[in-house]
């Protein structure tokens, strides 16, 4: 799969799911503004949860119609494991879920404590709120079962075997 450098936003799975299915009940391509109009989001967060879903390759945005993709009706139309092995997949092309795999399987036991994941992502994502993106690798990462986390131990190991990367 391409990498894609598109950096995660959005927070919670949950988010892009119910964008996926408000797009299936529409049936059709959706004018951003009609979407809009639809949600209750702020229209940042709107486009935020619409480029990643995009990057995910779960839908198609075109002259500001969105789209499912062929993978977000799939996605849609899987069971929860199914829904999880597809993501896993879409979340190793991009970032920061492409660099912290990258990283990871050059470890001999392929985990990490959640102190350097923290400094992994201020040297390699660094913004204002690097806390949210720990966020997003712990949330994502344990939802499409791509990292195991520990909290009590602050443990962070990857599932994915080596030739995954």
Request: aromatic share 6%.
């Amino acid at each position: 799969m391409p990498l894609n450098m598109h950096l995660i936003e959005t927070r919670g799975t949950g988010d892009i799911v119910g964008l996926l299915e408000i797009l299936e009940d529409m049936g059709k391509p959706v004018d951003i503004a009609r979407l809009d109009d639809s949600l209750d989001e702020e229209r940042a967060t709107l486009m935020n949860l619409l480029q990643d879903a995009q990057a995910l390759g779960l839908v198609h945005l075109i002259r500001g119609d969105v789209s499912l993709t062929d993978t977000g009706k799939k996605f849609l139309s899987s069971d929860i494991d199914g829904r999880r092995k597809l993501i896993q997949v879409q979340l190793a092309g991009v970032e920061p879920f492409n660099s912290l795999i990258s990283y990871m399987n050059k470890l001999e036991n392929r985990e990490i404590t959640t102190e350097d994941l923290e400094t992994f992502i201020e040297d390699n994502f660094p913004s204002d709120d690097n806390e949210s993106t720990f966020g997003i690798i712990i949330n994502w990462g344990r939802y499409a079962k791509l990292i195991e986390y520990d909290s009590d131990a602050e443990i962070i190991k990857l599932n994915l075997s080596p030739t995954s990367e």
